[in-house]
Structures are given as C-alpha cells and as structure tokens.
C-alpha cells in the first residue's frame, strides 16, 4: 500500500512557475513509476510526465515538453514536478500516482492515486 502527498500548488501568472511535490509512504518507493496527470474542469484526466523506477527515464505529454520536469528523490520518497512558462491552459488540479509496472508510463489505471493540488494559471 503506497499513501500519496501532493503539494505546491497555487496561484501564479502566466509564464510563472510553481515546484509540485508528492511525497509517499512506505518502504519500497523506489520500486514504483510515479506519474503526474491533470484535470480541468469539464475535461478528462490527462497524462503529465512520469519517471522511471531509478529516475533513469523519462516521459512527458507534448503539450508540456520542454516546460515541465520530473524528477524524483529516492531518499526522500518525493517526485517533484518543475513547471516553467505555465499558460492558462495549464489550469487544473494535479495527482501524483504510482504503480509498480515499468511501462505503465501514461496509462490511466495507476495503482495508487493522491488527492490532488489545484493549480490556477492566470492570463
């Protein structure tokens, strides 16, 4: 069982950047692909970025790339989300997930899901 923290959310103006976290219970989370995905109001979730089990690999969605970065700290059970030059677009509130297979990369069914941190992109 993996319990997900996400933080760092908020208010911030366009081209701004915010530093998202998800901080995770348990012994084993290096052995998990973590995920982030997205939510706006009225539209589906949707995939973010993910990182390998060792931070070796990474994945991100093309409407992100090249502005948003994943990483993770092993010895502080913590991925991290690194978000520049955010846009309105980008308005919705965040989840951290995990999931034990290797290729689950951008797939909606993690194992394991946070509550979510709001972030609002002002124009």
């Known amino acids: 069982q993996v319990q997900l923290v996400e933080s760092g959310g908020g208010l911030v103006q366009a081209g701004g950047s915010l530093r998202l976290s998800c901080a995770a219970s348990?012994?084993?989370?290096?052995?998990?692909?973590m995920g982030w995905f997205r939510q706006a109001p009225g539209k589906e979730r949707e995939f973010v970025a993910a990182?390998?089990?060792?931070?070796?690999?990474?994945y991100y969605a093309d409407s992100v790339k090249g502005r948003f970065t994943i990483s993770r700290d092993n010895a502080k059970n913590t991925v991290y989300l690194q978000m520049n030059s955010l846009k309105p677009e980008d308005t919705a509130v965040y989840y951290c997930?995990?999931?034990?297979?290797?290729?689950?990369?951008?797939?909606?069914?993690?194992?394991?899901w946070g509550q979510g941190t709001q972030v609002t992109v002002s124009s």
């Open positions: 990182i390998s089990w060792r931070g070796g690999s990474t």
């Open positions: 997930a995990a999931d034990k297979r290797m290729l689950v990369i951008n797939r909606p069914d993690y194992d394991y």
């Open positions: 348990g012994r084993t989370f290096s052995s998990y692909t």
